[in-house]
């Protein structure tokens, strides 16, 4: 099921950033390190219900009762970006490759399409998450631009950060 996030949410989403920054397999997937997470309650919750006051988008995928994603939109505020906004997004540990990060894209762009000026959603990707990549190129998003080596990582190695985009129309 997915709905709108709130405050009582913010102790899951912080659980499934961890669980990605910390995993050997997902750390690479966010440009965050693992030092750079908020890991304040308060500070979570307040992020939360500051982007819905805004008229952003924050959903949750529950499973079986508990939050096991999220995906984050917000819109630019600057009057020449205004038609544009970026999304993020997170799946805990399990329940990856199901389908739940498909479904929340599918409800961000529904969402989205509702919107008054709304004509495009942004996203960045490290270029090592290929599974991201396909999905969202599959939900029609293209590659708009990369920045090459974007991403230094601890051990010295570099990604590239992908921007890519889908138009709503």
């Not at 631009?145 to 890519?164: A, F, L, P, V």
Request: glycine share 8%; charged share 25%.
């Amino acid at each position: 099921m997915i709905r709108f996030a709130n405050g009582f949410d913010a102790e899951a989403i912080m659980d499934i950033n961890s669980d990605i920054t910390l995993s050997e397999e997902t750390t690479r997937f966010f440009i965050s390190s693992p030092e750079e997470l908020s890991y304040n309650l308060n500070e979570e919750k307040e992020k939360i219900e500051k982007t819905l006051a805004k008229g952003n988008l924050f959903a949750v995928y529950e499973a079986e009762g508990e939050v096991v994603g999220y995906l984050v939109f917000k819109r630019y505020e600057y009057t020449r970006l205004n038609h544009a906004g970026s999304m993020g997004m997170g799946i805990k540990d399990g329940y990856r490759n199901q389908g739940i990060g498909s479904q929340l894209i599918k409800f961000l762009i529904d969402w989205a399409k509702q919107q008054d000026g709304l004509e495009k959603i942004c996203l960045g990707v490290v270029s090592v998450n290929e599974r991201a990549i396909n999905v969202y190129q599959r939900l029609g998003f293209v590659e708009e631009g990369r920045q090459r080596n974007q991403i230094k990582y601890e051990d010295g190695s570099y990604s590239d950060d992908i921007m890519m985009a889908y138009t709503l129309h």
